[in-house]
């Protein structure tokens, strides 16, 4: 429960409190995140997932991020595709699903955690086991900064 209430203010703290970029550092302004990529629209490049992770469908997708401060904020859209997280996620992650699907299987539970449009859900770093996402998938997802650029040094999850 306190890492959702945790992750619930990481999002309020995204969206509603002023914190946001602002031309002088010295002088932090409110910031709107713009509409177009929580839609989807003009999107960026994303490398492949690791061949070694899919487990189905194809890494066809985009992703954006909407700001960098201490949190990262982002937009990722994909197709279907069901990804093998073997290797421990390596950063808290506050994820909000806009569209479609996410299916969460941890390793050595019964089922898997379904999460509709609407959806919002905390994977913890260190979470292993299937990460599916159905339908024209899209999400907005949160961060803490030094872990995300930790995961996209080498040997990262996000170098492969």
Not at 36 to 62: C, Q, V, Y
Not at 91 to 96: A, C, K, Q
């Amino acid at each position: 429960m306190k890492a959702v209430m945790k992750g619930c203010l990481v999002l309020l703290m995204c969206i509603l409190i002023p914190f946001g970029i602002a031309e002088s550092m010295n002088n932090p302004a409110p910031m709107r995140l713009p509409q177009d990529k929580l839609e989807g629209k003009g999107l960026g490049e994303f490398a492949p997932w690791p061949s070694s992770m899919i487990i189905s469908g194809e890494s066809r997708h985009s992703l954006s991020e909407l700001f960098n401060g201490e949190i990262v904020v982002g937009v990722y859209q994909s197709e279907p595709i069901k990804l093998n997280i073997s290797t421990p996620w390596p950063f808290d992650e506050l994820v909000m699903v806009q569209q479609g699907e996410l299916q969460l299987h941890a390793t050595g539970s019964d089922q898997p955690e379904i999460y509709p449009a609407g959806s919002m859900v905390i994977v913890p770093k260190g979470y292993t086991g299937t990460w599916e996402m159905l339908g024209d998938y899209r999400e907005v997802w949160v961060v803490e900064n030094n872990a995300y650029v930790a995961s996209q040094e080498p040997g990262g999850l996000l170098s492969e």
